[in-house]
């Protein structure tokens, strides 16, 4: 079972409401900050607004209690940013949609990017980038922390994308960005 929090997620932790309202205010040139009562209501507002308006705002989900993953939504931007026991980003969606509709139909998932870890550390061994093209057109990029080496690889052929596209979410229905089974494990798999 999820749970939605419009609250920011930043240094390992959950921010609180006033701090959230305050980031939304200074990303947004809102004031819901000014209101006497700053409470989850209010942030459940302005997060609202900043959805209905294209405006920049910051969910955090919870699956079972836990943190699962975050995500900031910058008009036809969304990067959602998984996370695992020890509430390390391992994996992030970016989905966008370059047309020029303040509120597109659809977006597209653009880049999947993996982290990999040197055991239960903080410490980043491999960063790898999917970049997925519209047009079929797929490129891994990944940078080895440790050898510090960059390889770039693009596919021969063109791949299937459709799996790719999802709905622009309504203000609170984010099932189908979060979910991170959505058919590209074949590829995924076979290209590392």
């Given at each position: 079972?999820?749970?939605i929090?419009?609250?920011?997620?930043?240094?390992?932790?959950?921010?609180?409401?006033?701090?959230?309202?305050?980031?939304?205010d200074g990303?947004?040139k809102t004031?819901?900050?000014?209101?006497?009562?700053?409470?989850?209501?209010?942030l459940?507002?302005?997060?609202k607004?900043?959805?209905?308006?294209?405006?920049?705002?910051?969910?955090?989900?919870r699956?079972?209690?836990?943190?699962y993953?975050?995500f900031?939504?910058?008009?036809a931007?969304f990067?959602?940013?998984?996370?695992?026991?020890?509430?390390?980003?391992y994996?992030?969606?970016?989905?966008?949609?370059?047309?020029?509709?303040?509120?597109p139909e659809?977006?597209f998932?653009?880049?999947?990017t993996?982290?990999?870890?040197?055991?239960d550390s903080?410490k980043?061994v491999?960063?790898?980038?999917?970049?997925?093209?519209t047009?079929?057109?797929?490129v891994?990029v990944?940078?080895d922390?440790?050898?510090?080496?960059q390889?770039?690889?693009?596919?021969?052929?063109?791949?299937d994308?459709?799996?790719?596209w999802?709905?622009?979410?309504?203000?609170?229905?984010?099932?189908?960005?979060i979910?991170?089974?959505?058919?590209?494990n074949?590829?995924?798999?076979?290209k590392?």
């Amino acid at each position: 079972m999820y749970q939605i929090n419009y609250q920011r997620w930043g240094w390992g932790e959950m921010q609180d409401v006033l701090t959230s309202i305050e980031v939304l205010d200074g990303y947004n040139k809102t004031r819901f900050n000014r209101r006497k009562t700053k409470n989850l209501e209010l942030l459940i507002e302005a997060a609202k607004h900043a959805h209905e308006h294209g405006l920049i705002y910051f969910v955090t989900i919870r699956k079972n209690e836990n943190p699962y993953c975050y995500f900031e939504n910058n008009k036809a931007f969304f990067r959602v940013s998984f996370l695992d026991e020890h509430l390390r980003t391992y994996m992030s969606y970016d989905f966008t949609n370059k047309s020029e509709v303040s509120m597109p139909e659809k977006l597209f998932l653009s880049v999947v990017t993996i982290w990999d870890f040197k055991g239960d550390s903080d410490k980043v061994v491999k960063i790898t980038d999917y970049k997925f093209h519209t047009d079929g057109k797929f490129v891994i990029v990944e940078r080895d922390h440790i050898k510090n080496e960059q390889t770039n690889s693009e596919a021969k052929n063109k791949i299937d994308v459709s799996a790719n596209w999802e709905d622009y979410p309504g203000f609170g229905k984010y099932d189908s960005i979060i979910r991170i089974e959505r058919g590209l494990n074949m590829v995924l798999e076979t290209k590392s």
